[in-house]
Structure formats: C-alpha cells, structure tokens
C-alpha cells in the first residue's frame, strides 16, 4: 500500500505567509532530499551539496564524533536546530545525546555548529549563520572553507556576544581545539584518499 503523497504531484507545495521554525516543523515532512531552513521569515529550499562537500562532511563528522563522545556529547550532521523562529540545518551540531528521538534539537543544547562552505553558501556561512548563532550564545561556530582544492579551518569563540576568531588551520597544519571538548586533526584529512 503506498502513501498518499504531499501536496500535488511530486512536489511539497506550501501555503503563503510567514515562515517560523516551528510552523516549519509541525507543517513540512521529514525528507533527506533537500535542505529546509528558515531565515527571517522565509523558507529557504537547497539541493543537496557537492560530493566533495559530503566527503568532507563525512570525514569531519565521524572524526568529530569519536571526541565528543569521550566527553557525553554526540555530533550529528544535518539536524533540524531551532534558533528562536529561526530553523537551520547546519552541517554538523555538537549536543548532549537527547533522551528521545527528536526531528529537531533547540538551539541552545549545541556546544558547538560546523559549516562546510560551498560555492552557494558563502554569504549564509560567513555572516548570516553566525549572527543566529551568536544571537543563540552557541560557543563555539567551526567554519570550513575550500582554498581551491585544500580545506582551511575558522574556529570562532562566543565573546560578549559575538564570535571572535580562536585558531585558523589550513591544510598540512594541524587543527587544535581545547574548548568545548579536545580535537586536533589536520585539514587536508579531509580531502585524503579521493574523498
């Protein structure tokens, strides 16, 4: 027995009006095809990004994970995270493991947000993320650019309420953070062995 679908066709059609993280998650359906936020009051839909995003999203996720465990925490890639009427889906987010399963996590159970940058993002990543970020007081915001080929690491700390810039790493340079939970890796781990 098939489900009926959503909307008309094969598309998910929405009614107008304004957008809110949380009228975003009691109307749209759960879907791994896209990503769904809202930003100021509008819906914002993207295709899925490149395979060297992905990699790099992999690779960074599951290094990532295995020292945020050692402290209790998880990271989990592209989770619904709710920033006050706000609904992002960063790459990855570094919470406590909730008790149940959630389609969402509140903003403020993240330690820590990573972007990978892509060549669509760059405006959200550099300025737009991190000011709902900050305005969420998330404590740390990991940014990773592409210099061509080679990934460059931005880690920005919470400080009076907007983030400043703690350790940058490029590629063949290892990467060290102390805060929130211990992490070295080098940059171009991320790009290794045709990822």
């Known amino acids: 027995m098939s489900e009926a679908p959503v909307g008309r066709g094969d598309g998910v059609y929405v009614a107008p009006g304004r957008w809110t993280a949380q009228r975003a998650v009691a109307e749209l359906p759960e879907t791994t095809g896209m990503t769904i936020e809202v930003l100021d009051g509008s819906l914002v839909v993207s295709p ?6 992905q990699a790099a999203l992999r690779e960074l996720l599951y290094e990532l994970h295995r020292a ?3 402290v209790g925490l998880a990271a989990y890639p592209e989770i619904n995270m709710v920033c006050g009427d706000d609904l992002t889906s960063p790459d990855i987010v570094v919470i406590r493991p909730p008790d149940e399963e959630k389609v969402w996590v509140p903003a403020q159970d993240a330690v820590l947000v990573v ?3 892509s060549a669509g993002s760059k405006r959200k990543d550099r300025f737009e993320y991190p000011q709902v970020y900050a305005r969420e007081k998330i404590g740390h915001f990991l940014r990773v650019e592409f210099r061509g080929e080679d990934p460059v690491f931005f880690l920005h700390e919470l ?11 490029p590629a063949g340079t290892p990467f060290v953070m102390r805060e929130p939970f211990d ?5 171009a781990r991320l790009v290794e062995d045709g990822a």
Do not use: N, Q, W
């Not at 899925?48 to 995003?53: E, K, L």
């Not at 009076?160 to 790493?169: K, L, M, Q, T």
């Not at 992490?183 to 940059?187: L, M, N, V």
């Open 115 to 117: 972007e990978i940058m």
């Open 68 to 70: 945020a465990r050692r």
């Open 183 to 187: 992490f070295s890796i080098d940059p």
């Open 48 to 53: 899925r990004p490149s395979t060297r995003h």
């Open 159 to 169: 400080v009076d309420g907007e983030y400043r810039p703690a350790v940058v790493a």
